[in-house]
């Protein structure tokens, strides 16, 4: 069970990162950010 959750929570911060990033890609607004990542 411990793996599961551990696995759930591992999924969920790579959405959260990958959030965080395009939104900073987006407030950038440079042509490269999108390609860099």
């Given amino acids: 069970m411990m793996f599961v959750y551990a696995y759930l929570m591992m999924a969920v ?15 950038d607004n440079t042509p490269g950010s999108a390609l860099s990542k």
């Fill in 13 to 27: 911060m790579f959405v959260i990162k990958h959030f965080i990033d395009s939104k900073q890609a987006a407030a």
